[in-house]
């Protein structure tokens, strides 16, 4: 039977290993995912757009397990008290094409997210790197810092959000933890002295959250908010200063920050980076740019994580989720065997 993590395990299991050393071995099977990407069956995910959000299904497999994560972007959602961004994702065996475990992934997205920035800036970001700005104090900034505490020792943010609230609400999640945390004026404010700048902001526009003039020599840029088209937050002249590393380049050239440049626009696959087959940064003064939009290989390593964590523990339950018969070709013989009536 599926095994399942629904949203309380989710939460426990949470609780009970700490936000940051999740990151951190999420990262780990990621970085171990991206070694054999050639190896995985990839696609572009599949987007469904309205004028207000979009709803996308994100599949990908290796030769023995397949995994697809369901998630929905709508910026608007919090001004109607629900989230800009939600998922769950199955994994399945590919042998006989079975679910063999499902969880919710609102969660797992952010940490994933996270440990996905994390990995880049570890092989992009300078070594001494020390302050990160971040730019948008909603559902996954939290989640972003402590990720850059666990990946480079990262214990000052500067933070700025247009809505005071979230920052307060960021303020008072992630002072206690012990990192210092001040609150900026304006985006210029916070960027002052940054090393790292990341932008996670929600609007489905073709924003200017960062300005040519602010982008200083050496620094790493995280691009997390520019993931869907007609949806970017970095000035495009930004990008022909910076050496740009996405993951899975058909999909970042329709959704990332380089759907606003020609399609033969050079980037490097993160990837390469990871596996050793193409420099990282060269220099201190080269700006690196990670145009994050998240790769449904990014799941399927934290779907494997996760699966493999709750193994045998009190998190994890079981789904009667495959209607599976005795005789293989008696799918009926279960409608006449129903214990509760309908
Ligand atoms: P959220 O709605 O919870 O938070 C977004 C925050 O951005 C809000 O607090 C909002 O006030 C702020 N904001 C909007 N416009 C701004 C501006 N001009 N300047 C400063 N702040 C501004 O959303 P979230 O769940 O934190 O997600 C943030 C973004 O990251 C979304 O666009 C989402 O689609 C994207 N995302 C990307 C990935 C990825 O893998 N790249 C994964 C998850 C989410």
Redesign the pocket.
Known sequence: MPQLVDVQNMCRWINHHGVEKLIAGIQSYIEEDFVRWESFDKIPRVASHTPIGVIELMPTSDSNEYAFKY?N?H?S??TRGY???TAFGVLADVDNGYPTFEAEMTLL??L??AA??AMAAKYLARKESEVMAM???????EFQALGFRAALGIERVRI????PD?MEKFRRNIEPLGIEVYMAAS?EDAVEGADIITT????KAQ?T?LDYSLIRPGVHLN??????PG?TELDARILDDATVFVEFPPQTRIEGEIQNKDDDFEVVELWKVIAGKHEGRTSDEEITLFD????AI?DFSALRYLRDSVAGTEFQEFIDLVADPEDPKDLFSLTTNVLTPL
């Not at 996670?200 to 609007?203: E, F, Y």
């Not at 691009?223 to 869907?228: A, M, W």
């Open positions: 998630v972007g910026p959602n919090p989230q800009t961004v997205t952010a994933r997210t996905t920035s730019i948008g104090a909603g559902s996954q900034s700025f959000d247009i809505d979230a985006v996670c902001t929600a609007d924003n959250i691009g997390v908010g520019g993931d869907c949806k994050s939009v998240g790769f990014e």
